[in-house]
């Protein structure tokens, strides 16, 4: 076993025993869930707010990257299926 493995494995033991003590008490741990609940309300509704910023902005956001990416996946599949017909042709 390498010293990375090592390192790893003490680390995810070191973040296991944390975790177990942060949910030990169930009053602290609701509270845990309840703030990450709404750090994620928070990430939602400053993700949307960007995007509504970028688009009055007309600049791109990383959504409109993504769905292009995913166009042009498409169309790649449709081209390659396109020139498979030709080729058979």
Same mark, same amino acid.
């Given at each position: *076993? #390498?010293? @990375?493995?090592?390192? /790893?494995?003490?680390?995810?033991?070191?973040?296991?025993?944390? =975790?177990?003590? +942060?949910?030990?008490?169930?009053?602290?741990?609701?509270?845990?869930?309840?703030? *990450? #609940?709404? @750090?994620?309300?928070? /990430?939602?509704?400053?993700?949307?707010?960007?995007?509504?910023? =970028?688009?009055? +902005?007309?600049?791109?956001?990383?959504?409109?990257?993504?769905?292009?990416?995913?166009?042009?996946?498409?169309?790649?599949?449709?081209?390659?299926?396109?020139?498979?017909?030709?080729?058979?042709?």
């Amino acid at each position: *076993m #390498g010293i @990375a493995s090592k390192l /790893k494995e003490r680390a995810l033991g070191f973040g296991q025993r944390a =975790m177990e003590r +942060l949910f030990a008490d169930e009053k602290r741990a609701q509270r845990v869930v309840d703030v *990450m #609940g709404k @750090a994620q309300q928070a /990430k939602k509704s400053l993700d949307s707010t960007q995007r509504v910023v =970028m688009h009055q +902005l007309n600049f791109a956001t990383r959504q409109d990257f993504k769905d292009l990416g995913r166009q042009l996946s498409g169309l790649k599949k449709r081209l390659r299926s396109l020139d498979a017909k030709l080729t058979a042709l």
